[in-house]
């Protein structure tokens, strides 16, 4: 059943993440055993305050390694390893993890251990990345 279902949804950060806000309030609803992690949590978006569960992990940091002025810089996303412990803890059967960041490479690594299914959910880049 639906209601027994324990999903994870893997956020390194929501800080300008409110257009997810609306989607996980629908979500856990009909799967009420959802825990939204993430590494930087600006607090919920008017309307949604308590409407999903968050917990924080560590903490997001962007390691830019260009210095770029102008675009998007070139980097990657630093995050807490310590996301293993609380999968491991909270036992999922579902884990969405947003784009390619440590956390996806994590989840899928425990995937033997935790015995969890991963659905890496991508939802878009700027022209500036792709190219």
Known sequence: MAADLRVAWLFPSLRLGNYW?????????TYPQ???YTGDWPGFSPGFEGAFTVETVGR???MDLTQSKTGYGQGFIKVSPAIVGRLLRFKPDVIFT????LWSILSLLFKPVGGWRVVIVYDGSSPGVDY
């Open 60 to 62: 997001m940091q962007f």
């Open 21 to 29: 806000h609306p989607v996980l309030s629908e979500f856990t609803k």
């Open 98 to 101: 947003s784009g390619f960041c």
């Open 34 to 36: 959802t825990i939204v």
